[in-house]
């Protein structure tokens, strides 16, 4: 249990809960009360038939054949980007939907980058009557325009953070301060392994059913539940905590983790927090921080607004800072063409979000009888845009 | 004099001269990047009894877009923590008043807990105001040094704040403890409704050890006097804000203290 969060809410020096004394209640409440109620067989069963029957799972895993003849390796693609609403982000917001339910709230917010977590909010609160708003930075709605409407249709309020970047980090922002105005009635769905404990664990642990799933589907396909290498890419982190979850303490498994470049980690535009960043407070946590020498938090860039985020869930900050997971800088160039390359070799148009983990295959060498899981953490149907303005294909 | 020969800290000692104590907030490094000492000068001689003020910080999350605005004009103006503690160094030439600092735990931990606290000790700073250091990481990683420096950690109470903390808060305070008025941001909401009121006497009848000041929400001669009837005063931080966005002369800012006052 060396790389789990510890009693006191932290993942080796980073982690914690530095919030408002406004929002201590909400915190403690949920610190007191996620774990019996998601250790519940009651909540269990409710979870799990949602995620068979309104989530499709379990997602596949795919023997990528095309891919591994190229790169002269065994790699199995984990199809999260088959999930309803189009990515692994709602395997989380079905978890926090229930336990939000449990806890008697009837409102929910979130914030969201890219829009997927916005969108799998969107659906759950559909699912439940529930009402939603969703803080998302300008400069994202713009990039992200079909998650705008499709979170209208599915009928909740977006909000845009106008604020600093116009990012994920302000709309972060803004979600924070909705909930401080409104502590009681509303339950605030953090969309990754990021903000005050317990929501790393929480998240972690609802995106867990990921690598639940990977060992299950090793077994049958490769004899054996655990492969040699996992790779997935990392914004906030939530992807990759469940796909690494439960394999954190396999040391026979390496743990691989791709971050956004941008333009390039020495350019001044990029999101490339482990290399970057510093220890810092950020949305009440410790962790690694990408900030100017006076502690001002730094305005990070990406092509992907999932990505587009200075800080970096605590438990990655913990696996960096231990040198338990191996950390690649991939820039918004390499993640495109990486993006194009499976959509040509294997017929399937990853976000740009995953395409970034994608590219480790051009950076890293793997042995040919290695076993290489990838998590495809979303579908590219909301990037086309991009792909059309900046794709070579 | 207090315990041990030391010299009362200020905040302590205006707390037994006086009453209705009006604390004033102000971002340091605006209007412009050298008004920190003007405008500390100035709410002095206006009648301000205590003062509060804010590091700029890039992401301030329990600040409301007036004090957000200020934040980022200030470090537009090129306000850091080094150039604030350089334009303070001669602050106690000008000012006598208690003197705290507000900010988030960012930027003092890049600047170094330790070299935070011997600066504010140097330049005459009396308290800190730090909203996202919560009471357990204050009890083991900050207490000592901030007590090293003779700095009071000045705790947030809401109405949402359960006695048993709220005792807990008390016991861990020495100067004042900063009750926001109700569930919001700074600058969220306008004047004192009854539920406040009621919050309010709630919290005047725990006979809590320390003194209690309430923010959030005041913004006027009428919500400070109402204030003033259930706790030992109160702070304004967004109003202020406004005033000096629209006028932060001398004169501008002597006649919203009296306004306040009155």
Same mark, same amino acid.
Request: with cysteine; aromatic share 8%.
């Given at each position: 249990?060396?790389?789990?969060?510890?009693?006191?809410?932290?993942?080796?020096?980073?982690?914690?809960?530095?919030?408002?004394?406004?929002?201590?209640?909400? /915190?403690?409440?949920?610190?007191?009360?996620? $774990?019996?109620?998601?250790?519940?067989?009651?909540?269990?069963?409710?979870?799990?038939?949602?995620? =068979?029957?309104?989530?499709?799972?379990?997602?596949?895993?795919?023997?990528?054949?095309?891919?591994?003849?190229?790169?002269?390796?065994?790699?199995?693609?984990?199809?999260?980007?088959?999930?309803? +609403?189009?990515?692994?982000?709602?395997?989380? %917001?079905?978890?926090?939907?229930?336990?939000?339910?449990?806890?008697?709230?009837?409102?929910? /917010?979130?914030? +969201? #980058?890219? #829009?997927?977590?916005?969108?799998?909010?969107?659906?759950?609160?559909?699912?439940?009557?529930?009402?939603?708003?969703?803080?998302?930075?300008?400069?994202?709605?713009?990039?992200? =325009?079909?998650?705008?409407?499709?979170?209208?249709? &599915?009928?909740?309020?977006?909000?845009?953070?106008? *604020?600093?970047?116009?990012?994920?980090?302000?709309?972060?922002?803004?979600?924070?301060?909705?909930?401080?105005?409104?502590?009681?009635?509303?339950?605030?769905?953090?969309?990754?392994?990021?903000?005050?404990?317990?929501?790393?664990?929480?998240?972690?642990?609802?995106?867990?059913?990921?690598?639940?799933?990977?060992?299950?589907?090793?077994?049958?396909?490769? !004899?054996?539940?655990?492969?040699?290498? /996992?790779?997935?890419?990392?914004?906030?982190?939530?992807?990759?905590?469940?796909?690494?979850?439960?394999?954190?303490?396999?040391?026979?498994?390496?743990?691989?983790?791709?971050?956004?470049?941008?333009?390039?980690? *020495?350019?001044?535009?990029?999101?490339?927090?482990?290399?970057?960043?510093?220890?810092?407070? $950020?949305?009440?946590?410790?962790?690694?921080?990408?900030?100017?020498?006076?502690?001002?938090?730094?305005?990070?860039?990406?092509?992907?607004?999932?990505?587009?985020?200075?800080?970096?869930?605590?438990?990655?900050?913990?696996?960096?800072?231990?040198?338990?997971?191996?950390?690649?800088?991939?820039?918004?160039?390499?993640?495109?063409?990486?993006?194009?390359?499976?959509?040509?070799?294997?017929?399937?148009?990853?976000?740009?979000?995953?395409?970034?983990?994608?590219?480790?295959?051009?950076?890293?060498?793997? !042995?040919?009888?290695?076993?290489?899981?990838?998590?495809?953490?979303?579908? #590219?149907?909301?990037?086309?845009? %991009?792909?059309? =303005?900046?794709?070579?294909? | 004099?207090?315990?041990?020969?030391?010299?009362?800290?200020?905040?302590?000692?205006?707390?037994?001269?006086?009453?209705?104590?009006?604390?004033?907030?102000?971002?340091?490094?605006?209007?412009?990047?050298?008004? %920190?000492?003007?405008?500390?000068? *100035?709410?002095?001689?206006?009648?301000?009894?205590?003062?509060?003020?804010?590091?700029?910080?890039?992401?301030?999350?329990?600040? !409301?877009?007036?004090?957000?605005?200020?934040?980022?004009?200030? @470090?537009?103006?090129?306000?850091? @923590?080094?150039?604030?503690?350089?334009?303070?160094?001669?602050?106690?030439?000008?000012?006598?008043?208690?003197?705290?600092?507000?900010?988030?735990?960012?930027?003092?931990?890049?600047?170094?807990?330790?070299?935070?606290?011997?600066?504010?000790?140097?330049?005459?700073?009396? !308290? &800190?105001?730090?909203?996202?250091?919560?009471?357990?990481?204050?009890?083991?990683?900050?207490?000592?040094?901030?007590?090293?420096?003779?700095?009071?950690?000045?705790?947030? @109470?809401?109405?949402?704040?359960?006695?048993?903390?709220?005792?807990?808060?008390?016991?861990?305070?020495?100067?004042?403890?900063?009750?926001?008025?109700?569930?919001?941001?700074?600058?969220?909401?306008?004047? $004192?409704?009854?539920?406040?009121?009621?919050?309010?006497?709630?919290?005047?009848?725990?006979?809590?050890?320390?003194?209690? &000041?309430?923010?959030? #929400?005041?913004?006027?001669?009428?919500?400070?006097?109402?204030?003033?009837?259930?706790?030992?005063?109160?702070?304004?931080?967004?109003?202020?804000?406004?005033?000096?966005?629209?006028?932060?002369?001398?004169?501008?800012?002597?006649?919203?203290? =009296?306004?306040?006052?009155?």
């Amino acid at each position: 249990m060396k790389y789990q969060v510890d009693d006191k809410g932290y993942y080796g020096k980073f982690g914690g809960a530095y919030i408002p004394e406004m929002l201590y209640p909400n /915190i403690e409440e949920l610190r007191l009360s996620y $774990l019996s109620i998601i250790d519940s067989d009651e909540f269990k069963n409710e979870f799990e038939e949602l995620l =068979k029957n309104f989530v499709g799972r379990p997602t596949p895993l795919y023997s990528a054949q095309r891919l591994s003849e190229k790169y002269q390796t065994k790699i199995f693609l984990k199809r999260e980007d088959l999930c309803h +609403t189009g990515a692994h982000k709602v395997n989380n %917001t079905i978890g926090q939907i229930l336990l939000a339910k449990r806890l008697g709230k009837e409102k929910i /917010i979130a914030e +969201t #980058g890219a #829009g997927q977590h916005g969108v799998a909010t969107a659906a759950v609160c559909a699912l439940m009557g529930m009402e939603c708003v969703v803080y998302m930075g300008e400069v994202d709605m713009n990039r992200q =325009k079909p998650n705008v409407e499709r979170m209208k249709i &599915l009928g909740a309020k977006v909000r845009p953070a106008k *604020s600093g970047s116009k990012t994920l980090k302000d709309a972060t922002n803004e979600a924070m301060r909705h909930w401080i105005n409104n502590p009681v009635e509303t339950h605030y769905i953090i969309g990754s392994v990021v903000g005050p404990h317990p929501y790393p664990d929480m998240v972690a642990r609802f995106q867990s059913v990921i690598s639940a799933e990977i060992q299950i589907q090793l077994q049958e396909q490769e !004899g054996k539940n655990a492969p040699d290498h /996992i790779i997935a890419c990392v914004g906030g982190g939530s992807n990759a905590a469940g796909a690494f979850y439960h394999f954190l303490d396999n040391n026979d498994t390496n743990l691989i983790a791709a971050e956004a470049a941008g333009l390039g980690v *020495s350019t001044g535009r990029s999101a490339a927090t482990t290399q970057l960043g510093k220890s810092g407070v $950020l949305h009440g946590s410790k962790t690694l921080l990408m900030q100017t020498d006076d502690g001002q938090v730094a305005e990070p860039y990406s092509i992907s607004a999932g990505l587009d985020y200075p800080g970096i869930g605590p438990m990655h900050a913990h696996l960096f800072d231990t040198g338990r997971a191996e950390f690649f800088d991939v820039t918004d160039e390499e993640a495109m063409q990486a993006g194009i390359e499976l959509s040509k070799l294997e017929g399937i148009i990853p976000a740009i979000e995953t395409s970034h983990a994608l590219a480790i295959f051009g950076k890293r060498r793997f !042995g040919n009888e290695e076993v290489v899981v990838l998590n495809l953490s979303g579908r #590219g149907d909301k990037d086309l845009e %991009t792909y059309i =303005k900046q794709g070579k294909y | 004099m207090g315990i041990q020969g030391r010299v009362m800290n200020r905040i302590n000692y205006i707390f037994n001269q006086k009453k209705d104590i009006l604390n004033v907030y102000f971002t340091a490094g605006y209007p412009t990047f050298d008004d %920190t000492i003007r405008v500390a000068g *100035s709410l002095q001689d206006a009648g301000a009894d205590m003062l509060e003020i804010g590091i700029p910080f890039s992401d301030p999350l329990a600040d !409301g877009p007036t004090i957000q605005e200020s934040s980022s004009k200030a @470090i537009e103006n090129g306000m850091t @923590i080094h150039k604030l503690f350089h334009e303070l160094k001669d602050l106690r030439k000008h000012v006598e008043l208690p003197v705290l600092m507000m900010g988030y735990l960012n930027p003092i931990i890049r600047y170094g807990i330790s070299e935070f606290c011997e600066a504010c000790q140097r330049v005459g700073i009396d !308290g &800190l105001i730090v909203p996202d250091l919560p009471i357990q990481e204050y009890l083991d990683d900050y207490r000592e040094v901030f007590m090293e420096h003779e700095l009071h950690n000045i705790f947030l @109470i809401s109405p949402n704040t359960s006695e048993e903390r709220i005792c807990q808060i008390d016991e861990w305070s020495d100067g004042f403890i900063y009750m926001v008025s109700s569930s919001s941001i700074t600058g969220a909401k306008k004047g $004192l409704e009854s539920r406040q009121l009621d919050y309010f006497n709630r919290i005047d009848k725990m006979n809590l050890k320390n003194a209690r &000041l309430i923010g959030f #929400g005041i913004s006027d001669h009428a919500s400070f006097s109402k204030a003033c009837e259930y706790a030992h005063g109160a702070i304004i931080g967004s109003a202020f804000i406004n005033q000096l966005k629209n006028d932060a002369s001398q004169e501008a800012i002597k006649n919203f203290i =009296k306004s306040i006052k009155n």
